[in-house]
């Protein structure tokens, strides 16, 4: 026990494996799949198979998958384990490119959740699925209590019947992770999530969004009517524990979270790197020691950026590391999340700003960074669901107190 | 040719209604209440005890001696890299951490108001800080007299934070001398250990300050006014510090100026010549007793010099993560006081923490003083280790500077017209962490 916040050297192989895809794969066709949306980045399939034969080892891995917990494990000793090495993983993936570490196969927030919540024949059952996640419908957002999709017990199915939207990779997954409710009348302890196949009857992609950013990302809306789905795919109790409330399908945002703060960390960093060279290339240098006040205004804002960067990536670490050790960590997923989420915009736009026409222009992957980074304070709960979680925890509300 | 301002303050010369305003203002603030004898003596009671128009000598220093000559100066061994990240303090720290917490809620917490407005620490609180805690022995090695075993950056942080979630004014007092003493460690020679540490392990510690702010606009304490010219076997110190904790009483000040251009840090005994106390209370962290320390023509032995010029970077970013420290521990406070308070205050029928607007700014109280506190612990976590930790400092008192004063102004605000009152203590921590940011110096961890 001593502290230290320092990253543990036997993660330097992993993160230094991120950084070569990030530098040799995602950076060179970055602005090309920027450009051509909803066009697949078939470079991808290649890199896929280079990554599930790196999570095959061990104590680290490489993204979305890492985020199991063991809680069977009674060592109580330090941990860094996948929660942590996952997420550097990510970081250094999104310094590359937000939209590619999306869309790669068999690493979606799916996988997350089913790494999170699946029972162990399960996850051997979908390892080698790629899972997107669909939890949006088109009459609710933030409010997830609020899923009108349904589930009908049919014998050994269930039946599913409804629409959702915004499901990242949503078009080239091989399966979805979808929300629904067994009895809308009973609330959120009703919400169970099912793992339907691509293919399956009754389950149809209707279209691809055109977005502000991560355009190399499909996002889809999937319509559901009579999708019949083996009872051995919902994930967690199938009872409807009340008292139990929706801890169940909830649990997943506290390891995916940390994961998206991850990825603002990542495509902040990008920025902040990009700017700190164009800065050194106009005659500006960063001083540490000398007061902010007392260097160039643009040296003073590169200043305030990186303390900001350096809070959220601390922050995403402390999350993760709480994971790793099994330690309740949902207020520290949102701490994460939020304070990554709108530093990750204000970082990226401050240094489209300092770069002016040139970080403006489509010459620079500045202006890009821009435009991906704000989904990151969107999806897996937006900024102002963090505040409101962080601040029912802190304030001891319940979510009918503090709405 | 000046710029052109666009505001109304714009060349505010004064015309004929001005120099009427500024006679009658002469006459109501001297000569008119004065006469009618209507200053209140409650009013020049205060006046007398917060030592506001105090200017006087360095207080006369006892005779530092070496004890016994060593051939070699005593650091404290660097701790050695972790191989995983851990938040978890050791079982060592744990226990210091636990005693300080105590300590300053049963000690310093219930003197706060009343030294805040006396200008002046309670000397039993003084005293206990070195008999119970021990803070200027924590960073000294066991060897010196001291009880570390090791360099421990991370427990003068938490000592910090702990210390100033009962009160920064007061924290900054107690810590003052320990900040000497661990300058003593970790930059002095074998003479200079020998000559002033046993002071500061003994049971008569004496007041110190360690003092590189001087009362400038854009200060750097890379860039020092404060000058020292060589003179015979020794050097002569001119300059003026500013917000000197504990000027008045302190017998020992490690003093930053600057040596033929490179800044450099000078052991200046109290009662050296030249030396002149000025009293000046600021805004904030009042019951420190902060003072100007003058130095006219202030001789010193050539063994003054107290390290070199990475000594004194170093130096100057350890205060910096004082400084944080103690920006997170006062944060913390207003985080502690805010919620039960939103949590009872009603209005519109429901207590005001129902509502996002208020619910929302504590969120980002905790969010912002977390982020805070991580970067803070990383810088000194990484400094122990030997690592560089300039970086990660600079980020520290960037993030302290600006949230710990959005934390104050937030804790204010969200009592409303209480907060702004002295019935609550949230004013007063307004004021002291405005502290963070302009402080350099005075704590080193």
Known sequence: MTINLEIPKKFGMLINQAQQVSTEIFRP????????EHEYPKEL??????????????????GARGVRRDSSDKDKSNKNGTNMSGTLSIIEACWGDVAMVLSMPRQGLGNAAIASVANDEQLARFDKLWASMAITEPGFGSDSAEVTTTAVKDGDDYILNGEKIFVTAGGRSDAVVVWATLDKSLGRAAIKSFVVEKGTPGMVVERLEHKLGIR????????????????ANLMGSPEIETELGFGGVMQTFDNTRPLVAGMAVGCARAALDEISTLLAEAGVEVDYDRPAHTQHAAAAEYLKMEADWEAAFLLTMEATWMADNNKPNSLQASMSKAKAGRVGVEITLKCVELAGAYGYSENSLLEKWSRDSKILDIFEGTQQIQQLIVARRLLNKSSSDLK | MAARKGSTSAN???DVMGVGLAALNKLAGASVIDRLKLRKPSERAVYEASKAGFRAAGAANRRFASIAKRGS??????????????LTPSDEQKMIVEATSDFAKEQLRPAASAADSACEAPETILKRSIAELGVTQLGVPESLGGMASERSTTTGVLVAEALAHGDMGLAVACLAPAAVSNALVLFGNADQQATYLPSFVGDDVPAAALTVLEPHVLFDPFALKTTARRSGDGYVIDGVKSLVPRAATAELFVVGASLEGVPTLFLVESGSAGITVESEPAMGIRAASTARLILDGVKVPAGAVLGDADAYAEAIRLGRLGWAALACGTGKAVLDYVIPYVNERQAFGEPISNRQAVAFMVANIGIELEGARLVTLRAAARAEQGKTFARETALARRLTSEYGMQIGSSGVQLLGGHGYVKEHPVERWYRDLRACGVMEGVILV
């Open chain 1, 216 to 231: 190399a990302s499909d996002t889809a809306t999937i319509r559901f009517t009579d999708c019949r789905v083996p009872a």
């Open chain 2, 12 to 14: 505010r010369g004064r």
């Open chain 1, 45 to 62: 399939d290649m890199l896929a198979a280079l990554i599930d034969g790196m999570n095959a080892s061990g104590e680290t891995s490489t």
């Open chain 1, 29 to 36: 066709i970055s602005r090309k799949y920027d450009q051509a």
């Open chain 2, 73 to 86: 100066a005593e650091r404290p061994g660097r701790s050695s890299e972790p191989e995983l990240f851990d």
